[in-house]
């Protein structure tokens, strides 16, 4: 796979002036399923044909961009969306179950980088079983993370997200680039 550039972000402060805050998911989410398809192509790779620089890849953009995204669904798509969500659209319960999944993957993420680290820097895996099961768990269940918002989430955000939310959502996407994470 032809990863698209060394940096781990999908976007940057450049994007974010000109493009509205859900396209800028919608790309964020593509960034994602990209990195998906580069876990695959690491886990069909083991034990001993990883590519250094494709783990190095994965491993800034599972530390670095992943934990922002979702803090600008978290912090900012999510709370908007329940704001100005209808009865009948049911999101409350599955935002709930899209935060949790947030958490069960970071710290998911976390095992993964520590053995993609060693990977990156030419090293064996100590145990390819569990790694490239490890690895297959992981993009498996994101790529349902991933399709659930595509689908449903995104397009509810479209519809009922006002122009003054979208503005908010953006300032907070913003904010979180601008510095350390907040806690
Ligand atoms: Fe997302
Ligand atoms: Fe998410």
Redesign the pocket.
């Known amino acids: 796979m032809d990863w698209p550039k060394a940096t781990p972000i999908a976007f940057d402060s450049e994007d974010m002036v000109r493009n509205d805050p859900i396209d800028l998911l919608v790309r964020s989410h593509a960034f994602h399923a990209q990195l998906c398809d580069l876990l695959e192509q690491i886990a069909d790779s083991l034990p001993d044909d990883a590519d250094p620089l494709q783990c190095r890849h994965a491993v800034r953009t599972l530390k670095e961009e992943l934990p922002l995204?979702?803090r600008d669904?978290e912090d900012g798509l999510f709370p908007l969306l329940e704001l100005r969500a209808q009865v009948d659209d049911n999101v409350t319960e599955h935002l709930a179950q899209?935060?949790l999944?947030?958490a069960t993957d970071e710290s998911f993420a976390d095992e993964l980088t520590e053995e993609l680290e060693g990977l990156s820097l030419g090293r064996r895996p100590s145990n390819p079983n569990m790694l490239g099961y490890m690895l297959r768990g992981f993009f498996e269940s994101y790529r349902r993370?991933?399709h659930w918002?595509n689908t449903v989430?995104l397009p509810l955000a479209r519809k009922r997200l006002t122009d003054q939310d979208l503005t908010v959502l953006l300032t907070r996407m913003m904010r979180h680039r601008s510095g350390p994470v907040e806690s």
């Open positions: 995204h979702h669904e899209l935060s999944e947030h993370h991933l918002e989430v």
